[in-house]
């Protein structure tokens, strides 16, 4: 699977917009991005993904470079329930197993 | 509520014993997986299982087995043949493919005494 990389920790406000970037500049054309985020002591919980075009759901928005070596999460306003690691995952349709394959992803910090 | 369930939540395990940590679903997902997670760190793939009564190895699967009689099932056997067995296990399940997202349980903190 081709690798992502994210920064270690980002702050944000509360009630701010949050940018969470991801670089996968070896991505391949069959890779699918997804998100995941990981509050304390929890199991991860999915959040977004997409293959080309920009995705939105309630929880958050997905925007993907037209090249697709980057990607970034925006979070349209933070709260502090939102403070988690979030994770970048790339996903090859063609993976015999097609598992999640998890980086160190990125803690974010949300301040009051 | 459909959903994933894992037990017990926290799990003290003597050395040298084996233990068993359960993971159930009511999804009706075919896939089903056991990741491991260290303080701080990522989570790291031990088995899964894309169809009962068949299942892979993933990157630590050294001193972990497990069984898949039923869809709905996917216990996860820490041996004694694992040397550093405390940690966080979550389990998750997911429909097959990539257009799918996984959903994860609650995990198990595992502690050595």
């Known amino acids: 699977d081709a690798k992502t990389t994210q920064p270690n920790s980002m702050e944000s406000n509360e009630e701010e917009p949050v940018h969470l970037p991801c670089n996968h500049s070896?991505?391949?054309?069959?890779?699918?991005i997804h998100w995941y985020r990981q509050l304390p002591s929890q199991g991860p919980e999915y959040v977004i993904h997409?293959?080309?075009s920009n995705v939105n759901n309630r929880m958050a928005s997905l925007a993907i470079a037209e090249d697709r070596k980057s990607s970034t999460l925006i979070l349209h306003r933070a709260t502090l329930r939102d403070a988690a690691v979030y994770y970048c995952?790339?996903?090859?349709?063609?993976?015999?197993?097609?598992?999640?394959?998890f980086g160190g992803g990125t803690r974010l910090m949300v301040k009051p | 509520d459909g959903g994933i369930t894992q037990s017990p939540k926290y799990l003290f395990r003597k050395e040298g014993q084996n233990v068993t940590l359960s993971c159930e679903q009511n999804l009706n997902h075919d896939a089903m997986y056991w990741y491991r997670q260290d303080p701080g760190q990522g989570l790291r793939l031990i088995y899964y299982s894309q169809i009962v009564n068949d299942f892979q190895k993933g990157d630590i699967a050294e001193g972990y087995s497990v069984s898949r009689e039923k869809k709905e099932s996917f216990p996860l056997t820490v041996t004694s043949a694992q040397k550093n067995p405390t940690a966080f296990y979550l389990c998750?399940?997911?429909?097959?493919?990539?257009?799918?997202?996984?959903?994860f349980g609650s995990g198990t903190r595992l502690t050595v005494v």
């Open positions: 997409g293959l080309t």
């Open positions: 995952i790339l996903r090859d349709q063609f993976n015999a197993g097609n598992m999640l394959t």
């Open positions: 070896t991505i391949s054309g069959t890779d699918y």
């Open positions: 998750a399940s997911s429909r097959f493919g990539v257009n799918y997202g996984y959903t």
